[in-house]
């Protein structure tokens, strides 16, 4: 089975701190992506990956950064935290050769303070 | 703005019951996918619907897509306790990027 792993389960970080979330996938997908879920908003897709060293961004990537150094690891970057990021953080990647499903880590529920 | 939107938001009903949620999309698709999500943690793939079928099953999942009127539904059969979830719709808006409706929060009472 396809496995999408989450560093963290659970964050709670101050405001203007520099925050990791870290995201592995162990089946070679190309494709990852990170969304963040808040209540009444749905998931909203902040950016996204192709390749290694590739980013585009998605709906809502002010704010973020990302990293792809290496295919099977893709990180979401706040520079300076801001309350307002408190969400779940979810990562996902693709199955490789244009199928269309994503595989969801567990989550990161951050708090920021 | 959310490519799919689902309807209800919130469904309640008692085990045994079928439960029916609907999605409604904007633009043109190749095809439809559900997802579920427990309390708190990552969505899973349920099925994927193309553009080019009307119906599909899966277990106790039934499907249909409408591309006329840009919708689609999902009916659990038999509903369990355990199909207590939020289920959403998602299409691949435009290239790169699968976007989701907002959900159908599921609550199933034994």
């Known amino acids: 089975d396809v496995k999408v792993t989450q560093s963290s389960r659970y964050l709670v970080k101050r405001t203007g701190e520099k925050v990791f979330l870290e995201c592995v996938q162990d089946?070679?997908?190309?494709?990852m992506f990170w969304y963040r879920q808040d209540p009444g908003l749905g998931l909203r897709l902040i950016y996204f990956s192709y390749d290694v060293k590739m980013k585009e961004k998605g709906d809502i990537p002010e704010g973020y950064s990302v990293s792809r150094e290496k295919k099977e690891r893709f990180s979401l970057i706040l520079e300076s935290a801001s309350t307002n990021q408190t969400s779940m953080y979810l990562c996902?990647?693709?199955?490789?050769?244009?199928?269309?499903?994503?595989?969801f880590g567990s989550g990161t529920q951050l708090s920021v303070l | 703005s959310q490519q799919g939107e689902e309807d209800p938001q919130a469904l309640s009903i008692q085990e045994g019951e079928n439960a029916t949620m609907n999605c409604s999309y904007k633009?043109?698709?190749?095809?439809l996918q559900w997802y579920r999500q427990n309390s708190g943690r990552g969505l899973v793939h349920l099925i994927l619907i193309r553009s080019n079928e009307r119906e599909k099953h899966s277990g106790r999942l039934r499907v249909t897509l409408d591309t006329s009127k840009k919708s689609s539904s999902l009916l659990i059969t038999a509903s369990r306790a355990a199909d207590t979830a939020s289920y959403f719709c998602a299409t691949w808006a435009s290239y790169g990027k699968l976007t989701f409706g907002q959900g159908t929060i599921l609550t199933v009472h034994p």
């Open positions: 996902a990647s693709r199955e490789t050769g244009g199928r269309e499903k994503l595989f």
């Open positions: 089946m070679d997908h190309e494709n």
């Open positions: 633009t043109s698709i190749n095809n």
